[in-house]
């Protein structure tokens, strides 16, 4: 339920592989919410991400979240 009220979903480090946890980006996307992946390597939800940051989290998220002045 939280996936489809979210307006930002972060996608974390993940192969977007194993269900039911797979489905939840998916369901926050088509509720209309932003989704955002982070990870390494190409997944199968990048073609549903709306922004695919590529890279380990330790070293996205920090850069990120200062982008967004946190």
Known sequence: ??????????????????????ELPLRASRAGATVVQVNPQATPLDAHADFNLRGAAAQVLPRLLAAAGF
């Open 1 to 22: 339920e939280a996936a489809r009220q979210c307006d930002l979903f972060l996608s974390i480090g993940t192969s977007a592989l194993v269900y039911p946890a797979a």
